[in-house]
């Protein structure tokens, strides 16, 4: 019996901490106009389309063939144009997906906003 | 009481099970094989780079090789349930769960080589084919709760460990679809800590299925039918259970949600010390009867599994510390845990119930190649160790390269020593594992032979 109710108790708990995840302490902290909106979701639908987490990661998800890509935006090193260059011919290892200019936009504007909300990265 | 098998399974259900694991054998041999091709990748850039690239070959080894991983497991428990409990509920249930199961698997890899993706870690497949991921499950679920009508009260911990996978299995792949909803999809955030929780409890959900797996056929074998009903082992049960439901957070560290997710996540985390330590603790005992059994194929391939899950849970421990995780987050040193996770846990595991099975179908032809199975543990074993080393110094080699705030490219270059020793080192994995699985798979193919039945009904609850 006691058995059963460690079970149903550690159930329990994980239920009521999975509402917590889903409603508190992952605040929406950045509010996008509605338009960069639409751009970002296009975004991010291109990014899942493609695959590119197999090769990039954002926030640890993913692969590692290809750089990570969650501050890449904001990066010194990289920046928006080391991005466009990749995407509009690929590289050595990462094929030419043969974006046009608005899907390039629209995956830029993606990881613009991913940079934004990476505030642990930066503090460190 | 039954004399053969064959009489406690039905026949109907006998061909299923052998069928679903060739299914399985078939998933881990190819799962291989594009692990090797993706590993050459990082060596030769160019390497089917049009044809077959790795936003193509990473999603078709991770697939597959986690569907040898539960399809294995599923196999072995309905090969155990009639021969420990009672004939199957629902015999042409386990048909219909391999017709499946094919099926799903035959649309998942046409979509991968057609470039049609969902674009999410492991289920990077489209996402309206994840409703059909779960259709398998349920003539799986259907029969394992039927058959057992468990009586949670006396069951032996494999059926609680059995149940728990199946359960969350269900629950953590819903969940990993939240995403389609506005309010987790277009905020990263959360988008970002559901999808780690989700899927860091499914990996515990057939992780529970493979450990239940190991502890059934260790019961049998031992004929000890008191450990998997002691309190120690239901301590260590309850432990897996609660790491399953709360320690996915350590992989959030880097992300900007609240500090108590993380709070929560380091204190679960850390009680595998406890799981560690005993361990530790029994080393020596296990050490004794490895060194008795040697002589038994799925003995030895429990004992490889030991010495790996001591190996990857003190990589792991270390990985969950915040600040030693900060560094190695994102690197390959993640890559060697889930590999030593992968092959040297839960392929040993699943190998030897696979070879658990086959001898007690045809113990006659196993013994005749016991000799070609050892060489075939012993050169995946010592092959996945260089494997692994060489996925740690990839990692450091990363982790140095941050540090001294190196480009992407030379980091990549710096690791192309560590890299060779990974493509190479996989070909060996590769060569040692498709020996066992060849011998495996004469075995099951094989005219039936006289079978064991010693351990029959031994400890049925």
């Known amino acids: ?124 | 009481m039954a004399l053969h098998l064959s009489i406690s399974q039905s026949p109907v259900a006998h061909k299923a099970v052998k069928a679903l694991l060739l299914l399985a054998i078939t998933y881990l041999l190819f799962g291989l094989l594009l692990g090797v091709i993706g590993g050459f990748q990082y060596i030769l850039p160019p390497f089917l780079k049009e044809q077959l690239a790795f936003h193509k070959t990473r999603p078709l080894h991770v697939y597959l090789v986690i569907a040898w991983l539960f399809t294995a497991a599923q196999a072995g428990i309905y090969y155990y349930l009639p021969t420990a409990i009672r004939p199957l509920f629902w015999p042409q249930g386990v048909w219909l769960h391999f017709i499946l199961q094919a099926a799903v698997s035959v649309l998942i890899i046409t979509c991968f080589f057609m470039g049609y993706f969902g674009g999410r870690e492991y289920l990077e497949f489209p996402p309206w084919l994840g409703i059909f991921v779960l259709l398998p499950w349920v003539p799986f679920a259907v029969n394992f709760f039927f058959t057992l009508k468990p009586d949670y009260k006396n069951a032996p911990v494999y059926v609680w460990s059995w149940s728990t996978g199946i359960i969350f299995f269900f629950i953590t792949l819903s969940e990993s679809y939240l995403w389609l909803f506005s309010s987790f999809g277009n905020n990263i955030i959360r988008d970002v800590t559901i999808q780690w929780k989700a899927l860091g409890s499914m990996v515990g959900s057939w992780n529970m299925l493979i450990y239940g797996t190991g502890m059934y056929i260790m019961e049998k074998m031992s004929g000890d039918s008191k450990a998997c009903r002691s309190p120690l082992a239901f301590f260590f049960y309850f432990l897996g259970l609660t790491n399953l439901l709360f320690n996915w957070g350590h992989h959030t560290y880097i992300v900007p949600a609240a500090p108590w997710i993380k709070t929560v996540a380091y204190i679960i985390s850390m009680t595998e010390l406890l799981i560690l330590a005993h361990i530790i603790l029994q080393w020596r005992k296990t050490m004794t009867r490895a060194r008795k059994t040697y002589h038994s194929i799925p003995y030895r391939l429990l004992s490889f599994a030991d010495a790996w899950i001591l190996l990857n849970l003190t990589l792991a421990i270390a990985i969950s510390v915040p600040a030693w995780n900060f560094y190695t987050h994102g690197t390959h040193i993640t890559v060697a845990h889930a590999m030593g996770s992968t092959i040297g846990i839960n392929t040993m595991l699943l190998l030897a119930s696979v070879f658990y099975i086959i001898r007690k179908e045809n113990p006659g032809l196993l013994e005749k190649k016991k000799k070609i199975s050892g060489y075939g543990i012993l050169i995946t074993n010592i092959s996945l160790l260089v494997f692994w080393i060489s996925l740690l110094g990839s990692g450091m080699e990363r982790i140095s390269g941050k540090l001294n705030n190196e480009v992407f490219y030379t980091i990549m270059k710096k690791s192309r020593s560590w890299f060779n020793l990974f493509a190479y080192s996989g070909i060996v994995v590769l060569l040692g594992l498709v020996i066992l699985l060849a011998v495996a798979i004469s075995v099951i193919r094989s005219k039936p032979g006289i079978p064991d039945v010693s351990d029959m009904y031994h400890g049925a609850n």
């Not at chain 1, 917590?20 to 389309?49: C, S």
Request: charged content about 15%; aromatic content about 12%; glycine content about 8%.
């Open chain 1, 1 to 124: 019996m006691a058995k059963i109710v460690v079970a149903c108790s550690l159930m329990a708990i994980y239920l009521l901490y999975s509402f917590f995840v889903y409603t508190k302490g992952t605040e929406n902290l950045i509010h996008l106009a509605a338009e960069e909106q639409v751009r970002v979701n296009k975004g991010k639908a291109l990014f899942q389309q493609h695959n590119c987490i197999a090769c990039h990661q954002l926030y640890g998800l993913g692969g590692y063939l290809g750089s990570e890509l969650t501050t890449a935006y904001s990066d010194p090193q990289r920046g928006e144009l080391w991005i466009r260059t990749f995407l509009q011919a690929g590289g050595e290892r990462m094929p030419d997906f043969h974006f046009n200019a608005a899907e390039i936009d629209a995956l830029i504007s993606y990881l613009k906003y991913v940079d934004s909300t990476a505030t642990t990265y930066k503090h460190q």
